[in-house]
């Protein structure tokens, strides 16, 4: 076999994210064929200390602690954006000016502006981007996209969605600082629509087309909380809770809803779609398991049924292990990136691009002014 291609790797942000995506670049080789290594040559992080350790326990060559200095660097042909909402813009547009790949975390922008400069500059630069949406490589829910371009379910008529966790009820939460900036709207842009409902909104567009149009509500339930950086009381910006109606381009009706106040949910994420002849449906809960109704079944046994997605002709099994052994939310990351080499090696690249993850911000955007306005309003087109 001839020898790969490295691909160095630096990556900003040692977080919950920086993890899962360490941990991608490292297996990704062990099970899936690509032309390319990725090498994990630098981490990147503002507290020294904190990057340092990161580094030494995922594997990397090297400590940053600017992360200009880290897209300056002549060895580092790929930056990792791994870091707080705020921090994605500047560093993409940065990256890609300097010739370097660009991978980052979901949203794109804190809101469509920001995501349309960064489209503009990789797209300039013609570089390779991808936006860390990982739920698209959940298996069951790609073998649901395979379902719907084949035509399984006829004309759609509806698709609905919701994503309910629960971690912060409690009014003595603070905002901001490291473990807590999704509450602080300085930094993430928004709450739960631009957090939960943004993956519910790409992996709507993936599988269902183009928003057309939304109404929607949000709703901030507790006003105020302490900030860990300045030590004051300040109020929220973020939005606790979002639910919006959408009109799809195919003529089909949506349904969204997240919320961090749903009581004892951790992380529910479900799709539905119904359509013509079939319907589909997913659970987060239980990732393996695609139902499935299909109204051209014989009519004694017709009704729903669980697909248990693990042969080896369901999408990405066969570089797992035995049919009816199942693996879980870090693989979907593998996928990700197995995807993205692959992309590399035939020229193509698969998405979600960063033109992509701009589409998604102008749902985002476009829900969060008919929140304020309490009016319908039209989603512009990536």
């Not at 992080?45 to 990057?51: P, Q």
């Not at 928004?190 to 509500?217: K, P, Y």
Request: glycine share 10%; with cysteine.
């Amino acid at each position: 076999m001839s020898a790969k291609k490295p691909l160095n790797i630096g990556i900003v942000g040692y977080g919950f994210m920086g993890r899962t995506h360490s941990n991608a670049f490292g297996q990704v080789n062990r099970f899936f064929d690509s032309a390319y290594e990725p090498v994990k040559k630098a981490a990147c992080g503002r507290d020294r200390a904190r990057t340092e350790a990161f580094a030494a326990q995922w594997g990397y060559e090297s400590a940053e602690s600017d992360w200009r200095r880290l897209v300056e660097r002549p060895d580092i042909d790929l930056i990792d954006i791994a870091s707080p909402n705020d921090t994605h813009a500047g560093i993409a547009v940065a990256a890609a000016q300097a010739g370097k790949m660009v991978l980052c975390e979901k949203p794109l922008g804190r809101n469509a502006a920001e995501a349309e400069a960064m489209v503009k500059a990789v797209e300039a630069a013609k570089v390779a981007n991808m936006v860390w949406y990982n739920y698209r490589r959940v298996p069951a829910v790609t073998l649901a996209r395979h379902l719907v371009e084949e035509g399984r379910l006829g004309q759609i008529f509806h698709y609905r969605a919701k994503f309910l966790q629960d971690w912060t009820i409690s009014k003595d939460l603070p905002q901001g600082g490291a473990a807590l900036w999704r509450l602080d709207v300085a930094v993430a842009g928004s709450g739960v629509t631009g957090d939960l409902l943004a993956h519910c909104i790409d992996t709507a567009l993936w599988l269902n087309g183009g928003i057309g149009s939304v109404t929607a509500m949000t709703e901030t339930f507790i006003k105020e909380r302490q900030h860990n950086l300045t030590g004051k009381v300040e109020p929220v910006g973020i939005d606790d809770a979002s639910a919006f109606l959408a009109r799809f381009r195919n003529g089909s009706l949506g349904t969204f809803e997240a919320t961090r106040y749903a009581r004892g949910h951790k992380a529910l994420y479900t799709l539905e779609i119904n359509g013509e002849h079939a319907s589909i449906a997913w659970d987060l809960h239980d990732l393996h398991r695609l139902q499935w109704f299909d109204h051209r079944d014989q009519g004694a046994l017709r009704g729903w049924r669980s697909v248990h997605i693990t042969d080896g002709d369901h999408p990405y099994m066969k570089h797992w292990w035995v049919p009816g052994l199942q693996i879980g939310y870090e693989h979907t990351f593998i996928h990700q990136v197995a995807d993205f080499l692959a992309g590399l090696e035939s020229g193509t690249m698969p998405g979600p691009t960063f033109r992509d993850g701009l589409a998604t911000d102008y749902v985002t955007d476009a829900v969060l002014r008919s929140a304020r306005t309490g009016a319908w309003q039209e989603v512009e087109q990536a």
